[in-house]
């Protein structure tokens, strides 16, 4: 099973840009998705 991860060490915005993004297309395609944040 492939599992699309957007993964940085830095606390920049990038990373949710790119997922919100994508998210919507792969959930479109078929695809489970579950965006999940870790910041404070």
Do not use: W, Y
């Amino acid at each position: 099973m492939l599992i699309p991860t957007f993964i940085s060490a830095s606390g920049d915005v990038s990373k949710n840009n790119v997922s919100h993004k994508h998210g919507p297309q792969l959930a479109v395609d078929g695809h489970r998705v579950l965006f999940i944040d870790f910041d404070s």
